[in-house]
């Protein structure tokens, strides 16, 4: 196998020949590049020899499922992940084109171990990526991604005989099926499906009609240019765009999908955004009522109410912080048997008996809505108001390059540890504790707190801040951990602020 090149340029005859792959996009649980400024088709075929020899190295059954989101360039980029695939011995099942959690969900449904899905997720049209796993409901961590990005990169990938292609029929039914069971609402429900005009305006309305779901469109149309805003659902823009097709329709709510489909996003029937970290507050009051004792898994940029919530104490439930990322959150949930992971991106993890433990947004519309017919005198904004007052903050993503945002981040933990060892308050109360399991989460005698973490997918830092006090207070925590995020040089401008 040919070395991945690093001189290797677009518009040169070595492109269309020798693998070009930036190091870099080997994150910490998902591999993305730009496309094709970063990778090259030959580059995604070494992928596919370098994933096909891990799965060999590793004594993974020679089987994989592979599907791609709805971007013009993204079956071509399968195509040559599926050619390296093959070359390593494997053989493919093409399950076509399908939101993230339909390929999961191909693993169980077909028998296979092996899963890799073309998706730049939520990225702008550009990027492009894989999300993959050998062990459902488990992807690739920092330990996978890394051995695989030296197998390719030192041009380690094995040929061997025995590799081959089959296209499957019939994924999308037995996934949609495998949703909703023989479930069907028995309230009245009326909900904005929002897409954005990703890969899930292909299931977010045909989910809705199988529960007996009125469906308010927005943006269903398949349309890879997205012309209306990028979908992410824990981007304002989208939120807003929610609230107002909520205000305009009288929907009880509107549940928003990303553009894989494996996250979700909530506005309320008053139009309110409801951050995910709060919903799963709500998933997690309503579902400690049927399971007392309880496990819920949050990852570190999530409301501190899953620990110090009275209804939840009073279930029993145990709650447990941990590092961002899916492929961290799946391992946790999974390593604790927890029924549930939020993640305030919007992640959720639904495990048995609820669902199967990886991330699914439209699992998480099926929960929703279960939990609405539960409480059937209930509206959204109820459950919302019914939860202790905290002021948060979105997440927001200072620049850091790829290359210099770990030694950052490093050197922003030591600086805050040292303020807290030193004593010295913040925002005007005592540092309880801070918790470094993903960045520096500094936690305030009163319970609020204050994150700065990496981002494992882009070249940003992030920042969350949330208070039980007031919206004055969040704002001191997020102007002081600013003003130490400030002392290094190489951080640039956010993409949103409060």
């Known amino acids: 196998m040919m070395k991945p090149a690093a001189t290797v340029t677009p518009n040169t005859w070595e492109f269309l020949r020798d693998p070009m792959i930036k190091p870099t996009g080997f994150r910490e649980y998902d591999a993305r590049w730009k496309y094709p400024d970063e990778i090259n088709l030959p580059g995604m075929t070494a992928l596919g020899l370098g994933l096909g020899t891990q799965m060999y190295k590793r004594g993974v059954e020679p089987v994989i499922a592979v599907g791609n989101d709805y971007r013009d360039y993204s079956v071509a980029i399968k195509n040559a992940l599926v050619i390296g695939l093959m070359q390593a011995g494997i053989r493919v099942k093409d399950i076509g ?3 993230t959690p339909m390929a999961y969900f191909s693993s169980f449904h077909l028998g296979v171990p092996g899963v890799a899905m073309v998706t730049a997720s939520h990225n702008p049209n550009g990027w492009t990526g894989v999300k993959m796993g050998f062990e459902m409901p488990l992807t690739h961590g920092p330990d996978e991604m890394s051995e695989l990005r030296d197998i390719v990169l030192n ?59 009125e469906c308010v ?46 996250r979700c996003g909530v506005v309320d029937d008053e139009g309110e955004e409801i951050f995910a970290d709060k919903v799963g507050v709500i998933m997690a009051r309503d579902l400690s009522k049927i399971y007392p004792g309880a496990t819920f898994v949050a990852d570190v940029k999530s409301t501190g109410l899953f620990a110090s919530d009275p209804e939840l104490i009073a279930n029993g439930v145990k709650a447990d912080y941990w590092k961002t990322g899916h492929s961290h959150m799946k391992r946790r949930v999974h390593a604790l048997g927890a029924l549930a992971g939020f993640e305030k991106s919007g992640h959720y993890f639904m495990a048995g008996p609820l669902g199967r433990g990886y991330d699914d947004g439209m699992r998480v519309a099926v929960e929703i809505c279960k939990l609405m017919d539960r409480n059937p005198d209930m509206k959204m904004s109820d459950l919302r108001k019914a939860l202790p007052k905290t002021w948060s903050t979105p997440s927001m993503s200072p620049y850091a390059s790829d290359t210099e945002k770990y030694g950052i981040l490093e050197r922003l933990v030591e600086k805050l540890v040292a303020k807290f060892e030193a004593g010295e308050p913040l925002a005007g109360r005592a540092i309880k504790e801070i918790v470094t399991v993903n960045g520096a989460r500094v936690i305030l005698d009163n319970g609020s707190w204050g994150l700065v973490r990496a981002s494992s997918n882009t070249p940003n830092l992030v920042v969350v801040c949330e208070s039980s006090d007031s919206e004055a207070e969040m704002r001191a925590i997020f102007d002081e951990i600013n003003t130490v995020i400030r002392t290094e040089p190489g951080v640039g401008d956010y993409d949103q602020t409060i």
């Open 97 to 99: 084109p399908c939101i």
């Open 217 to 262: 469109p927005s943006h269903n149309e398949l349309d890879y240019t997205f012309p209306h805003y990028n979908p992410n659902p824990e981007a304002m823009e989208m939120l807003h765009d929610m609230s107002d097709s909520v205000k305009a329709s009288g929907a009880d709510f509107a549940l928003g999908f990303d553009g894989d489909g494996d």
């Open 155 to 213: 041009g380690q990938g094995v040929a061997r005989d025995g590799g081959g292609y089959e296209t499957v029929d019939g994924v999308f039914e037995a996934y949609l099926d495998d949703l909703v069971g023989d479930f069907r609402m028995s309230r009245k429900l009326k909900v904005v499906c929002a897409t954005g005009n990703g890969t899930a305006s292909a299931f977010g309305p045909a989910l809705f009609e199988r529960l007996g779901v």
